[in-house]
């Protein structure tokens, strides 16, 4: 009836670990297999998964999400200086704290809807990227950004017995270092636990109910729902998920800097979520491989890349083509990232797991016609019968006829 | 009348000067059907939108088991147990079917909110068993799983309809449930509705086909230009020259 089951849901999950924990493996062939990269990928794919359960399931799109990033960054190396080097004690200080900055410019926000709720996520995540730089500089230490220092008091490992100050600090899992491989598997486990709770969301009445106000959310006032302390939670939840990621960069990285909390940051997940499919549950962490992959790729190419790649042409070819190309690659990449994201939403709106829907069950997938109006239903598992194309395009100008 | 389920006291209504109502009071007598006809844009479907919170009166209270409904948001009215199907259909449009009739019903289960993260909804036996039934019901039964965009207007209706009932309503608003619909499709709307008529649900229903007024209500209101010109039973509406002068001389199928 429903077209999903534990069963599937399991199996998805099941799949999905082992492909994560194979990436080092399976991502060889591209180049991919290096640890600070697939950390990337994890972590921006826990971020997007997050992003997701707001904008894939409520529909409400918000364009404040570095906000939440850089919060838990920040949290998470204050942990660092202050309790312990462990990364759990960080990780737990920033879930919460993102989670109750959350609940403040959600409250505020969700007064809205539309364009006039991602306008005001903006301006707050904005207003913290600014205050980050000017008046909170003890806590951020500005342009500098937070780092640990050999200095610090870290009272908790202090208290474990651990010889504070003698070396640089390390991050570290109760003694294991996060560096190198151990940091991706640390993070790759947690983009599973990620994304395994993304699973529970959507298959559970409460997700039902925050698709049901992103289809209609008049229906839901005139059904007895009070449609805002479920957004509420949506968002809280999506924003725990930011400062889970941010948190994670700063397990790898522990260094944060106010520019994780730029608007860029905010529209980079909304692109990621946008290109791999609002509303699904792979679609997310696919559009974040993806992109932090070309921006890897791209990125690193350069004039001579080029030149060597097209030295089979003839030299006056080979300059136009190089000097075309180079527009698109080093800084240029996101003129890359522009013109398949214009694709995407152009012939794919609800993103590549709607493309993959059409390649495997051309028939039965339902065809999105807007950004956000998501199919809501992934290849596996997918539900809904979409019949009667022609009877839908019949009835559909009477629906918009102005009704007395 | 101390048996009124919803009294409507001295309701105004206008738009930027338009009077779309004024001066109305009305009782609606428990258990009762009650239709509501006039031409168009005679202000039927403002007075429901009055009801249901959609809109508030610029004059006037409204009164359900005594509780003032007036300055309520939608979703108490409704958790109070009014019920209302939309001229147009207002359904989950990207849900499927049996979706759309589980929603009611975790609305009827939680209340205003419920954080039901713990369970599965296609783990839900007991709520899907009574969407089934009810679906089945309403001639639904075959289309659970489809998304419900891809269903007629009739169907729509009757599924907006499912959506109501399994709420367990004191009272069904309804705003033209047949209109678009076939002959046959009206006929077997109005079978329905004597059903859920005879279960004591209180019904007020706008509605231009006289057969189906006739066939089902036990007092008439008729609206003109945002006023009541006359109100009774079915006979004395009929005989009423005011009426058939405003509205069934040309209307009369
Ligand atoms: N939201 C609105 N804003 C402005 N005018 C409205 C609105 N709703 C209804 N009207 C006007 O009020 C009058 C009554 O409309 P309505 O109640 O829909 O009539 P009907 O009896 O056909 O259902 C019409 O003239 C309509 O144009
Ligand atoms: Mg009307």
């Known amino acids: 009836m429903f077209g999903i089951s534990k069963i599937n849901d399991i199996m998805l999950l099941v799949a999905f670990a082992a492909i994560i924990l194979a990436g080092p493996i399976i991502l060889e062939p591209i180049g991919a297999s290096y640890p600070d990269l697939l950390q990337k990928f994890a972590i921006f794919g826990i971020f997007a998964i997050g992003f ?5 399931l409520t529909g409400y799109l918000s364009f404040g999400h570095a906000a939440f990033l850089g919060v838990g960054s920040y949290a998470a190396v204050w942990s660092f200086k202050l309790l312990s080097m462990n990364a759990i004690p960080a990780i737990a200080i920033a879930v919460v704290l993102s989670g109750l900055f959350a609940l403040a410019i959600g409250y505020v926000s969700l007064r809205r809807a539309g364009i006039y709720f991602s306008i005001l996520t903006l301006a707050f995540a904005q207003m913290s990227y600014n205050l980050a730089y000017s008046v909170l500089t003890p806590i951020t230490n ?7 220092l050999r200095t610090d008091p870290r009272y908790l490992d202090v208290m474990f017995g651990a010889d504070v100050g003698a070396a640089q600090p390390t991050t570290n899992f109760f003694g294991i270092e996060m560096t190198g491989w151990p940091g991706f598997y640390f993070c790759g486990i947690v983009l599973i636990a990620a994304f395994a709770f993304s699973i529970v969301i959507f298959r559970s009445p409460f997700g039902m109910t925050l698709r049901a106000i992103k289809s209609n959310q008049n229906r839901m006032g005139y059904t007895g729902f009070n449609s805002r302390p479920y957004l509420m939670s949506a968002f809280i939840i999506s924003g725990m998920y930011a400062g889970l990621a941010g948190s994670l960069l700063a397990v790898t990285d522990p260094l944060a800097g106010a520019e994780r909390m730029q608007w860029t940051a905010s529209g980079e997940v909304v692109l990621m979520t946008i290109l791999g499919g609002a509303g699904t549950l792979l679609g997310p962490v696919l559009g974040a491989g993806i ?28 300059h136009v083509v190089v000097e075309v190309a180079g527009l698109f690659v080093g800084d240029g990449w996101h003129l890359t990232l522009g013109v398949l994201f214009m694709i995407v939403v152009i012939f794919l709106p609800g993103g590549l ?26 290849i596996v598992g997918e539900g809904a019968i979409e019949e009667n194309l022609d009877d839908r395009v019949r009835t559909a100008p009477a629906r918009s006829k102005p009704t007395g | 009348m101390n048996n009124a389920v919803l009294s409507i006291h001295d309701v105004h209504k206008s738009f930027a000067g338009l009077h779309a109502l004024s001066n109305i009071n009305l009782d609606i007598r428990e258990s009762e059907s009650h239709a509501i006809i006039g031409p168009n844009g005679a202000g039927k479907s403002t007075l429901l939108n009055v009801c249901v919170g959609r ?17 309520k948001h939608p979703f108490e009215i409704n958790q109070l147990g009014v019920a209302r199907v939309f001229q147009t259909p207002e359904i989950f449009e990207d849900l499927t079917v049996i979706e759309n009739v589980m929603i009611p019903m975790f609305s009827r289960r939680d209340r205003s909110f419920g954080l039901n993260i713990h369970s599965r909804f296609d783990e839900q036996t007991e709520i899907q068993s009574e969407s089934v039934q009810v679906l089945a019901d309403l001639g639904l039964g075959d289309h659970l799983a489809h998304l419900t965009n ?20 004191k009272l069904l608003l309804l705003d033209e449930p047949t209109a678009g619909m076939a002959r046959a499709d009206t006929n077997a709307t109005i079978e329905l509705l004597k059903r859920i008529k005879a279960t004591g649900i209180t019904i007020v229903i706008i509605e231009h086909d006289m057969h189906v007024v006739f066939s089902l209500a036990d007092r008439i209101t008729v609206l003109a230009g945002g006023t009541i010109i006359a109100q009774g039973t079915p006979d004395e509406i009929k005989g009423n020259p005011k009426v058939v002068e405003a509205y069934l001389g040309e209307e009369t199928v």
């Open chain 1, 52 to 56: 997701n359960i707001l904008f894939g």
């Open chain 1, 142 to 148: 500005g342009e500098t950004g937070l780092r640990v």
């Open chain 1, 291 to 318: 992109i932090k992959y070309f921006e890897n790729i791209f990125s690193a190419f350069n004039e001579s890349v080029l030149n060597s790649l097209f030295e089979f042409m003839p030299e006056d070819v080979r």
């Open chain 1, 353 to 378: 797991m709607e493309g993959a829907m059409r390649v495997l069950r051309i028939k039965h997938s339902p065809k999105v016609t807007n950004i956000g109006k998501s199919p809501q239903r992934d």
């Open chain 2, 55 to 71: 809109l508030a009166p610029t004059r006037g209270t409204v009164l359900f088991d005594g509780t003032e409904l007036t300055g």
């Open chain 2, 150 to 169: 891809s269903l007629s207007r009739g169907d729509k209706r009757r599924l907006e309809l499912a959506m109501c009932l399994v709420q367990h309503p």
